[in-house]
T-cell receptor, first 114, second 119 residues
Framework: KQEVTQIPAALSVPEGENLVLNCSFT??????LQWFRQDPGKGLTSLLL?????REQTSGRLNASLDKSSGRSTLYIAASQPGDSATYLC?????????????FGQGTTLQVKP | NAGVTQTPKFQVLKTGQSMTLQCAQD?????MSWYRQDPGMGLRLIHY???????DQGEVPNGYNVSRSTTEDFPLRLLSAAPSQTSVYFC??????????????????FGPGTRLTVL
């Protein structure tokens, strides 16, 4: 059974710091991995998607990496800003991807202090 | 495109009442899913559909029904609401994995959620 774990559960950093959020999964047979952002009381906003054949994806100050063999992904946020404060979720799409089902981690709640 | 839309945004029910949560998408996505989000439990899959007329159960399907008569709509029905169904419900959609091409074809898009309280 696929399990997704995110460490740490919460993180507080001063503005301007570079930081890394971790996501691990138990079954390496994934179709892709997606990072989401969720603001309090809001829905999920997709940040980055990495296909199983890819090693990393970048969007602005965000960089996500994937090491399928070790069951790990990281989300790197450069030069963090107070506006980055949110909960970050990773989710894996299983196997052949032919159902669209996602397995989510519990999330990392990030606070960036001015 | 409106993306994925959900109605209502908030709902309060009494135990035993029934209701339907609406979900629609205008991106011609084959895949649609319903998740619930609870503190300490994360997001869990309730039901999903890989196309019109095809639905299947997810991780926590008990107490919920779904149908998919069109590509655009995927309503979630609570048959007899229970306090344990108090949660935030999210609908999601994406293209089929058999579509090839741009990275975004495989991206899942989520609706804004419905916050349900069962008294």
């Amino acid at each position: 059974k696929q399990e997704v774990t995110q460490i740490p559960a919460a993180l507080s950093v001063p503005e301007g710091e570079n930081l890394v959020l971790n996501c691990s999964f138990t079954d390496s047979a994934i179709y892709n991995l997606q990072w989401f952002r969720q603001d309090p009381g809001k829905g999920l906003t997709s940040l980055l998607l990495i296909q199983s054949s890819q090693r990393e994806q970048t969007s602005g100050r965000l960089n996500a990496s994937l090491d399928k063999s070790s069951g790990r992904s990281t989300l790197y946020i450069a030069a963090s800003q107070p506006g980055d404060s949110a909960t970050y979720l990773c989710a894996v799409r299983r196997g052949s991807g032919n159902t669209g089902k996602l397995i989510f981690g519990q999330g990392t709640t990030l606070q960036v202090k001015p | 495109n409106a993306g994925v839309t959900q109605t209502p945004k908030f709902q309060v029910l009494k135990t035993g009442q029934s209701m339907t949560l609406q979900c629609a998408q205008d991106m011609n996505h084959e895949y649609m899913s319903w998740y619930r989000q609870d503190p300490g439990m994360g997001l869990r899959l309730i039901h999903y559909s890989v196309g019109a007329g095809i639905t299947d159960q997810g991780e926590v399907p008990n107490g919920y029904n779904v149908s998919r008569s069109t590509t655009e709509d995927f309503p979630l029905r609570l048959l007899s609401a229970a306090p344990s169904q108090t949660s935030v419900y999210f609908c999601a959609s994406s293209y089929s994995a058999t579509r090839v091409g741009a990275r975004s074809y495989n991206e899942q898009f989520f609706g804004p959620g419905t916050r349900l309280t069962v008294l």
